[in-house]
């Protein structure tokens, strides 16, 4: 039995790197032949990380059965996993997100959320002196999530220990964290091979607010002019994009790394309405910028609001 490991759907930095470095920790440490997996593309960014570290891509899987034994990494979103989820074996879940509801499990297990920026920051602990048994690409692929998930820690949910274990893993793999992020945010950026629909998915989760069903995409670049340059084809694309996964609207913010800021597309009254009450704005045109605004996860989310 090899229990499967992975992430949400949509798969970022964290979400792949974390399925590849607890599948590594429960085979070679724990002695529980396990196996990382995908449930879909990983982003540009994601895709970079595994080639600089020489990992090997994951197979992409779309469900599970009630035969699998797995393990849930950077998420515990019943909408962000497979269909048959309550169905599979879950034997553990280790997230950093707000914990949602919906899971059903058939016997006990190993549950870790904590409040800290990254997955692969909360495995680091769970393995404690076990760490330097990993392989430089497994170190490597914390690092790399850790730098994602906090933006450099300039997003407001990177903690004093994101850092911390940053940069011990940094100084033990004798890379520079600036010239690595910088690497990855170019990857990240780099969104020309990508139609709209594919962007409006790549970074999305999905929320019910105010009896709303709602896809919140972000796309976290170091060049938003290219984005904001296809707004037009963008905001068209949204009304399939939400028919087809069976929501109202979906919402896209345009997360500026360098300049700390987002910029909303606002292309009807409802987004209008959302953004004027949810972040206090005046929306004068088809976008908006938000100072400040980082993170869909402390800052997107919890204001959202009709």
């Known amino acids: 039995m090899t229990i499967k490991v992975f992430g949400h759907k949509s798969p970022d930095t964290d979400s792949t790197g974390s399925a590849i470095i607890w599948a590594w920790y429960l085979s070679e440490v724990k002695g529980s032949p396990a196996t990382p997996v995908l449930l879909g593309e990983p982003n540009t960014e994601a895709a970079f990380v595994l080639r600089h570290w020489g990992l090997e891509k994951p197979a992409i899987i779309a469900d599970v059965t009630a035969e699998d034994t797995i393990v849930i990494v950077d998420t515990n979103n019943p909408a962000e996993l497979p269909p048959s989820i309550n169905d599979a074996k879950i034997s553990g879940i280790i997230d950093h997100h707000m914990l949602v509801g919906g899971i059903k499990t058939k016997t006990p297990i190993d549950i870790t959320i904590r409040p800290l920026a990254c997955t692969a920051t909360i495995m680091h602990d769970l393995m404690g002196a076990d760490v330097a048994k990993a392989p430089k690409a497994i170190k490597g692929a914390m690092l790399s999530c850790i730098v994602s998930d906090t933006l450099h820690f300039r997003s407001p949910t990177t903690t004093a220990h994101d850092r911390t274990v940053a940069e011990a893993l940094a100084a033990d793999l004798g890379v520079d ?26 970074d999305s989760k999905e929320y019910n607010v105010a009896g709303k ?80 605004i980082m993170s869909r996860k402390k800052q997107i989310i919890p204001a959202l609001k009709l």
């Open 213 to 292: 069903e709602l896809r919140v995409s972000v796309l976290e670049t170091t060049a938003p002019k290219v984005l904001l340059d296809r707004k037009a084809s963008l905001m068209a694309s949204m009304v399939d994009v939400a028919a087809e996964d069976g929501a109202d609207q979906v919402l896209l913010f345009v997360i500026d790394i360098l300049r700390e800021e987002a910029t909303l597309l606002v292309p009807n009254d409802l987004v209008k309405q959302m953004a004027e009450a949810s972040f206090g704005c005046t929306v004068t045109g088809d976008t908006v910028v938000l100072p400040g």
């Open 177 to 202: 964290i600036a010239e690595l992020a910088t690497a990855m945010f170019e990857a990240k950026s780099d969104v020309s091979a990508f139609s709209d629909a594919a962007l409006l998915r790549m």
